[in-house]
């Protein structure tokens, strides 16, 4: 198992990496510019992240099916393993938290395996909150079987807006 933990170099750097400009999604009534996701872990200050922040690192797409759509649709955002590594976190488990104070830890063991993603959109358009955005938690459901039960449908948590790496 591979650990994730903050390095207080990767912070700034990463930061430096994203663009500032105005972005919106009129169609949906999104701002891609509003604080949409914190991230934080041990012994570091939370990071605050944007849609348009998050579109800048590599993209992750999964076409799958869901237990709450009748056919499969194209998700597309950042893989969870991939942003917690390229912050530099360690830990055992992500604790994930909703605007709708749901919240549930999902294994770094699980997100190694099957590499989850933090999605931005599904079938190319950004989700706003009321339809389940503007983050949400989605797993290869189709590709791996063994996540068609209820244990890892509850971590499809949707309305994310809290990451802490423990």
């Known amino acids: ?14 930061l430096a990496l994203f663009s500032t400009g105005c972005a919106y999604a009129a169609d949906l009534n999104v701002d891609l510019n509003k604080p949409a996701l914190v991230i934080s872990a041990k012994a570091t200050k939370p990071m605050t992240f944007s849609l348009q922040q998050l579109s800048t690192l590599p993209i992750r797409r999964i076409t799958t099916s869901t237990q709450w759509h009748h056919a499969p649709q194209q998700w597309e955002g950042v893989s969870i393993k991939a942003l917690l590594g390229k912050l530099g976190a360690t830990g055992t488990s992500v604790y994930v938290a909703a605007l709708n104070d749901y919240a549930i830890d999902i294994a770094v063991a699980d997100i190694i395996k099957y590499d989850p993603i933090l999605a931005y959109k599904v079938d190319g358009h950004y989700m706003p909150v009321r339809d389940k955005g503007p983050l949400v938690v989605i797993y290869p459901y189709d590709e791996y079987p063994a996540l068609n039960i209820q244990f890892y449908y509850n971590q499809a948590v949707w309305q994310v807006n809290h990451i802490t790496v423990r």
């Open 1 to 14: 198992m591979t650990p994730f933990s903050f390095s207080p170099l990767s912070a700034p750097v990463l």
